[in-house]
């Protein structure tokens, strides 16, 4: 058995966030029926394609978001798909959407709806800035949502515009933070019969989380002192991004274990300069300077796997900074198990990362590749008790 | 009264830095009691500060999420409000008791007997050091749940490799994914993103365990290797390798779907980044339409209806031209005004907005996002609110921010039970105490 294996998700949600929320549920067991509008989650058409060739049955991130999921095309706009979507809320124990606000309720499908077919039948919403307040309306794309909630203004030089993370991992954060939500809401809905209208804004999930938004903003409150942009250069022994014989190293904080950074060295001769040792020395600048170019020295003759198990050896806080290729081909990772591998119709063998935690007892397992757009319209809604000609209305013909 | 989705939950928060205490803190938020046992003779870097008693200069000399304390003095008790340690810890409970030594461990496994989870995310070893391992807790509790959060995971060549959230980033990636596309790499800020996830799938994992308790009566082990689990924000360019074996590299601003324009530019500013007083502003274009409504919304310049930027190749192709163009309009403008401007338009676009600027943004007053809360040591400051908003088992900051051994009678009294004698006993040999030792630096 699988721990979440009791457990049906009517998941409306789609494009990245809402899609990382429900996957985790599905990873770990859940019954997490897609509903796809006819045409489909418009994460099918992001790439990276399957030969960089746009297809909707071929988009590395939908198929990322969506495995271990059934697909059940609905046309809403029709009472036939809203229908099927009644029968398939009373076979749910939760229900989660991602349309803009108003939208469900314009067709007659908000959060009444659901109440009154199961008055404990908890309903997640996400939204860019949640379901109230002058922004409401507001679009956020990975970047602005990160630019405005994010800690973005601290990112880059200082005399250059701030810069984001990489890909859309901000809408991965927030995926992540929804999925605790949502399990908030599982939990109250089966421990207590509560069932309430979730309403889960993804710019405070940036706001008040945890990459440092929560801290600068009390640090303000506490000192009056604002959040500055420093790149990552200097302050410590080591401490920042080094340059080495085949790439990079981040020793970030690394200096605050002198004893440990001089035995990652050997001892080497010129860290016996007194001022290197000075608490207060430590401090200054141009000796901080100094020391780096000793330290820029011992990186540049090592590569970086070299200087990574230099450091894990003398217990130094260090990473080398991989390429894709160099997570792929390592066979650490390899060895652990942190790859998976599926098959699906359209992109022949996939692998991808596996398991997000390993749970002793009901843990997770990829059961089924991402699903075509619509696979399972015909199983679920039958499952439902739909008749044929009800699950082709319903579909919009697609079934 | 209203029901927490997780009251009656009891969680030992042995945690350090940041992954583990957010976990433990969404747990609390949803209503689980949080405990954090802490030691008057052992200070965990970056948990409560760097020091214990750090010297005015270094909090001066700290960036502000580091060292921005009350007044940017270092006080009685800057343990009790490091800004980090602070935003971490409300609906948390404190006790002292030292793990080293029979009788603290004995306390610990009579708090264990009472719990339902532990969660820790120290250095592989740090655990093992002290006596505390699964089997340990399992006989002092067979229904316990234990998260652990390696870095790299239990086993394979990089499980006693040290790192922050940052260095296991580097590893996964993301160090090399973002950042100036012209720019050395080492211009790179820390960011701790793989603090955030970790920390979030931490709770999300103490719940899908406490639902498989529910249904089976079995605890268990869990294992966060923190760095796998970062992998996920990394999809777009892990699933490239994947499929097509090609390399991704930093792309800066732009999409990393390829529809443009997608940047920050700047904006009228009040001072310069020497005071975080310069602005800027986010601009994701995503279609042809949107294109169009930016050109209009903009007072339609000719170059916003130039047919080289008519579609989506066309911009993409031209996006270093079109940079320089918006951001010849955009200098003039002042941020939120222009925000308001093309968000009615119907396009998203955003202010960088530094910290500071969080307090009279109009969205998070109407929706009252911020939180009051009054800590002794501290004082009374608005704090960030919650991720989500469960209307009928709210979150609710009932236990601001924790000092130190703030909650020794409650643990020792109300939920160990000792006796008098015992708490005087342990009160004597310095388990239970309300600041660090004198000889913690």
Redesign the interface.
């Known amino acids: 058995?699988q721990?979440?294996d009791?457990?049906r998700i009517l998941d409306l949600t789609h494009h990245i966030a809402g899609p990382?929320a429900t996957r985790?549920f599905a990873d770990?067991g859940a019954d997490v029926i897609k509903i796809e509008q006819p045409g489909g989650d418009i994460a099918r058409q992001?790439?990276?394609?399957?030969?960089?060739v746009p297809h909707p049955e071929k988009s590395?991130?939908f198929?990322?978001?969506n495995c271990n999921k059934r697909s059940v095309v609905l046309d809403l706009k029709t009472g036939e798909g809203r229908e099927a979507l009644g029968a398939l809320a009373l076979t749910a124990d939760l229900v989660v959407e991602s349309f803009a606000p108003g939208k469900l309720d314009g067709l007659g499908l908000g959060y009444g709806f659901f109440h009154a077919l199961k008055p404990d039948l908890p309903v997640v919403s996400l939204t860019n800035?949640?379901q109230?307040?002058?922004?409401r309306?507001?679009?956020?794309?990975?970047?602005?949502?990160?630019?405005?909630?994010g800690?973005?203004?601290?990112?880059?030089?200082?005399?250059?515009?701030?810069?984001?993370?990489?890909?859309?991992?901000?809408l991965?954060?927030s995926g992540?933070?929804?999925?605790?939500?949502i399990?908030?809401?599982l939990?109250?809905s089966k421990?207590?019969s509560?069932?309430?209208?979730?309403?889960?804004?993804l710019?405070?999930?940036h706001?008040?989380?945890?990459?440092?938004?929560?801290?600068?903003?009390?640090?303000?409150?506490?000192?009056?002192?604002?959040?500055?942009?420093?790149?990552?250069?200097g302050g410590g022994m080591p401490h920042?991004?080094?340059?080495c014989a085949d790439?990079?190293?981040?020793f970030?904080?690394a200096g605050?274990r002198p004893n440990r950074v001089a035995e990652m060295l050997n001892h080497a001769a010129w860290l016996d300069d007194p001022r290197f040792s000075d608490p207060v020395q430590r401090?200054n600048p141009d000796v901080i300077e100094e020391w780096n170019g000793h330290f820029i020295g011992w990186c540049i003759e090592r590569t970086k796997r070299e200087i990574?198990e230099e450091?894990?050896r003398a217990?130094?806080?260090?990473?080398?900074?991989?390429?894709?290729?160099?997570?792929?081909t390592d066979d650490?990772?390899r060895?652990?198990g942190?790859w998976a591998s599926t098959q699906h119709s359209e992109?022949g063998d996939?692998?991808?990362?596996g398991?997000?935690?390993?749970?002793?007892?009901?843990g997770w397992e990829l059961r089924r590749a991402a699903p075509l757009l619509g696979q399972h319209t015909v199983e679920v809604l039958t499952e439902a008790g739909l008749s044929p000609a009800q699950i082709s209305a319903a579909s919009g013909g697609a079934a | 009264m209203t029901?927490?989705?997780?009251e009656g939950i009891r969680v030992i928060d042995l945690c350090v830095v940041?992954?583990g205490p957010?976990a433990t803190m969404?747990l609390g938020d949803?209503g689980a009691e949080i405990i954090k046992p802490e030691n008057p003779f052992v200070f965990q870097?970056?948990t409560r500060g760097?020091m214990a008693r750090p010297p005015q200069?270094?909090v001066t000399?700290s960036?502000?999420?580091?060292?921005?304390?009350?007044?940017?003095e270092v006080g009685q008790r800057p343990w009790d409000?490091n800004?980090?340690f602070?935003?971490?810890y409300r609906n948390k409970k404190s006790f002292t008791v030292d793990l080293r030594r029979p009788e603290g461990m004995d306390i610990l496994g009579r708090l264990v007997a009472e719990s339902d989870v532990v969660y820790e995310n120290n250095?592989t070893g740090t655990m093992e050091g002290l006596g505390i391992t699964y089997d340990w807790l399992k006989a002092a509790n067979p229904r316990i749940i234990l998260v652990r959060v390696p870095a790299?995971?239990s086993?394979?060549?990089?499980a006693?490799?040290?790192?922050?959230g940052?260095?296991?980033?580097?590893?996964?990636?993301?160090?090399?994914?973002?950042?100036?596309p012209d720019?050395?790499?080492?211009?790179?800020?820390?960011?701790?993103?793989g603090?955030?996830?970790a920390?979030?799938?931490?709770?999300?994992?103490v719940?899908?365990?406490?639902?498989?308790r529910d249904?089976?009566g079995?605890g268990?082990?869990?294992?966060?290797?923190q760095a796998?689990?970062a992998?996920?924000?990394?999809?777009?360019?892990?699933?490239?390798?994947?499929?097509?074996g090609?390399?991704?590299g930093?792309n800066?601003?732009r999409?990393?779907?390829?529809r443009a324009p997608?940047?920050?530019?700047?904006a009228v500013s009040p001072g310069t980044?020497?005071?975080?007083d310069d602005r800027?502003?986010?601009?994701?274009i995503?279609d042809d339409d949107q294109w169009q409504a930016f050109g209009e919304a903009i007072g339609s310049p000719a170059w916003a209806s130039d047919p080289r930027f008519s579609t989506n190749a066309g911009r993409l192709e031209h996006h270093d031209e079109l940079d320089q163009l918006i951001s010849a309009y955009t200098a003039g403008q002042n941020d939120y005004d222009l925000?308001h401007r093309l968000?009615g338009a119907?396009?998203?676009?955003?202010?960088?907005?530094?910290?500071?600027r969080?307090?009279t943004d109009?969205?998070?007053r109407?929706?009252g996002?911020f939180r009051s809360q009054t800590q002794a040591a501290?004082g009374t400051?608005?704090?960030?609110?919650?991720?989500?908003?469960?209307?009928?088992?709210p979150v609710e900051f009932l236990q601001p921010p924790v000092m130190f051994g703030e909650h020794n009678d409650y643990v020792y009294r109300d939920v160990l039970k000792v006796s008098d004698d015992e708490y005087a006993s342990l009160k004597a040999g310095g388990h239970i105490a309300t600041e660090y030792d004198s000889s913690v630096l």
């Open positions: 058995m721990a979440l009791n457990v990382y985790l770990f992001l790439g990276p394609f399957k030969g960089d590395g991130t198929f990322y978001l800035f949640g109230t307040g002058p922004y309306d507001f679009k956020l794309t990975d970047l602005t949502l990160y630019a405005f909630a800690e973005m203004y601290s990112m880059g030089e200082t005399d250059r515009e701030p810069i984001k993370m990489a890909g859309t991992a901000a991965f954060e992540a933070a929804a999925a605790v939500g399990m908030g809401a939990f109250a421990r207590f509560v069932g309430q209208h979730v309403d889960v804004s710019a405070e999930t706001f008040g989380g945890v990459d440092r938004r929560h801290a600068t903003a009390i640090a303000f409150q506490f000192s009056g002192r604002k959040t500055i942009r420093l790149g990552s250069h920042g991004i080094y340059p790439g990079y190293v981040d970030t904080n605050l401090m990574w450091a894990r217990k130094v806080m260090c990473g080398p900074m991989f390429t894709m290729e160099d997570l792929f650490a990772f060895n652990r942190f992109l996939v692998t991808l990362p398991r997000p935690f390993i749970m002793q007892k009901g | 029901h927490k989705p997780l940041w992954a957010f969404l949803l870097p970056m760097a200069m270094l000399n960036i502000a999420w580091a060292g921005g304390l009350p007044n940017n409000y800004p980090t602070v935003s971490l250095a790299y995971g086993d394979g060549p990089y006693r490799a040290r790192a922050l940052v260095h296991l980033e580097a590893v996964m990636g993301h160090s090399l994914l973002r950042g100036y720019a050395d790499p080492s211009s790179n800020t820390a960011i701790f993103s603090d955030y996830v920390g979030a799938q931490g709770a999300f994992a719940m899908t365990a406490l639902w498989h249904r089976t079995e268990q082990l869990i294992e966060i290797a796998e689990n992998a996920c924000m990394f999809t777009q360019a892990i699933m490239d390798y994947s499929l097509n090609k390399t991704q930093a800066g601003n999409d990393v779907h390829g997608s940047g920050v530019y700047p980044s020497a005071t975080s800027w502003i986010a601009i994701s995503e925000m968000q119907g396009v998203s676009a955003t202010p960088v907005l530094e910290a500071s969080m307090f109009p969205q998070l109407s929706r996002f501290a400051h608005e704090y960030v609110g919650p991720l989500w908003n469960l209307p009928e088992t």
